[in-house]
Structures are given as structure tokens and as C-alpha cells.
């Protein structure tokens, strides 16, 4: 067992867990006096770069100047790792929710959190559930002035990025706000998918220009999320994922 590994069984994952565990009850409790969200959220970026500090992650930012602060915005990002969300919370500089899997709604104490803090839960395997729940994030966006954050993948992934679902695009559409292509690479290094043995080391988050979606309607989505996919793939270093041809009938 290497030193780094070492240090970070005895030190860095324990001292992460205690982060975890006490933002995380300081912002369940903060949701019984804000239901409004905001206060988790500052809570949740607190607990962002203390982690990040803790594990030895140098972040850098590309980009960031494009966005105004006082905008709303759908963010979309690739995704391959659980640091992913860390990094992002601790550098985007607007109030933000994100989507997270069903079944964490359904954990005791987590998923009342999620609840209560505005976050929104992916609905697979159902399109009138996934499109309500797409419409609910645009109205979020409208209603309570936030941003939201998408990894359009569906999930983590071991290989190259995975083709885009098209729910980012959609609730830009509807909630008439620009679309934002994030390129985050080097997480997957600090903390590669089914480990649990975090190292240091630098991460960058390169943004791209804002894709404006006023006069799009809904069946500009495909356009928007291909455009979104080549960016994304080009500001994180990674290779576009190939479309799958569908075989004609002989």
C-alpha cells in the first residue's frame, strides 16, 4: 500500500465523512427555517471547498468570466466523478440546483434534504414523469431565480463521454434561459469511479460561451443538446461520442 493510499484511508476519507456528516446536518436543518433553499446551497459550497481543500484538489477555473452573476442559467457538464459536484458548487458563482437519482428521495433524512432544498429527482423509464419533472426544473429556474446543473450523460462513465439526452436542452428551451457548456476534466484522477481512495491533484473547469435560446422552440432541442455535446466534449479534452447508426433493412 502506497503512502498516498495510506494517508488517504487514515486521514483524508475519514475527515471527509465528518465533513459529509456535519454540513449535511447543518443543512437539513437549515431546511426546516428556508424553504426557500438558499441557505443549504451556501451551506452545501461551504462544504464544497472545505472537501476539496481536504483531499488536495488544485482547482483551476477557464471561462468563468463570460457568465453574469446576477443571470439564471442551465449548466451542462460531462460527468466522471463524484468530485464533479464539489468542484462545480465551489466555483459557480450563481445560486444553483441540480438533478440527483429518484431513489435518493427516497432515503430518510438525504431525501428530505434534497426535498427541501429545491434539488429535483431524474425519472427514468417513464416519459409523462420525465417531462413533468423537466417542466418542474424550467419553472424553478423561472420562479425562484436559480440556475440548474445537468450531466446530460445519465451518469458517471468509465470510457469516453457518453451521448447526450436531450432534458438539458429541453429546460433551457422552456425556461428561456442560455444554455452553458462546462468541460471538467481531471476529477476522475482525484477520485476514478469505484474507488474510494481520493488523491490530490489539479482539476479544470473550462466554460464555454452561452447559447442564447430565445426563439427556440422545443423541437430545436436536438440541435441544442448536438451543440452542446461537441462543446463540452472539445472544452474538456475528450472525443465527441459517435452517434449510433441504426441498421436499414436489407
Known amino acids: 500500500m502506497s503512502l498516498g493510499h495510506l494517508r488517504s484511508l487514515l486521514f483524508t476519507g475519514p475527515l471527509i465523512a465528518l465533513l459529509t456528516i456535519g454540513f449535511g446536518t447543518a443543512s437539513f436543518v437549515a431546511t426546516l ?8 446551497e451556501r451551506l452545501a459550497r461551504a462544504w464544497a471547498r472545505a472537501l476539496l481543500r481536504v483531499s488536495g484538489v488544485r482547482l483551476r477555473t477557464e471561462g468563468f468570466e463570460k457568465i453574469d452573476s446576477r443571470q439564471n442559467y442551465v449548466f451542462v457538464a460531462n460527468h466522471r466523478s463524484y468530485m464533479d459536484i464539489p468542484a462545480l458548487l465551489a466555483s459557480l458563482p450563481v445560486e444553483i440546483r441540480f438533478y440527483a437519482k429518484q431513489g435518493l428521495f427516497l432515503i430518510p433524512f438525504l431525501g428530505t434534504h434534497l ?48 451521448e447526450f439526452k436531450e432534458g438539458a436542452a429541453y429546460i433551457a428551451i422552456k425556461a428561456g434561459v442560455p444554455a452553458v457548456p462546462l468541460g471538467i476534466a481531471g476529477t476522475r484522477d482525484v477520485l476514478p469511479m469505484g474507488s474510494n481512495y481520493v488523491r490530490g ?14 426563439g427556440m422552440k422545443l423541437h430545436d432541442r436536438g440541435q441544442l443538446i448536438a451543440l452542446l455535446e461537441r462543446q463540452v466534449a472539445e472544452l474538456a479534452g475528450e472525443s465527441a461520442p459517435q452517434p449510433v447508426e441504426t441498421p436499414r433493412p436489407v
Not at 33 to 40: A, E, I, Q, V, Y
Not at 145 to 157: A, D, K, N, Q
Not at 201 to 206: D, F
Open 33 to 40: 427555517f428556508d424553504r426557500s433553499g438558499r441557505s443549504p
Open 115 to 162: 426535498k427541501r432544498a429545491g434539488h429535483l429527482p431524474v425519472v427514468r423509464g417513464d416519459a409523462r414523469a420525465s417531462v413533468k419533472s423537466m417542466t418542474l426544473g424550467a419553472r424553478l429556474i423561472q420562479e425562484r431565480h436559480v440556475s440548474m446543473l445537468l450531466f446530460p450523460e445519465g451518469g458517471r462513465s468509465r470510457g469516453s463521454m457518453r
Open 201 to 214: 491533484g489539479p482539476v479544470i473547469l473550462r466554460m464555454g460561451d452561452p447559447i442564447p435560446t430565445a
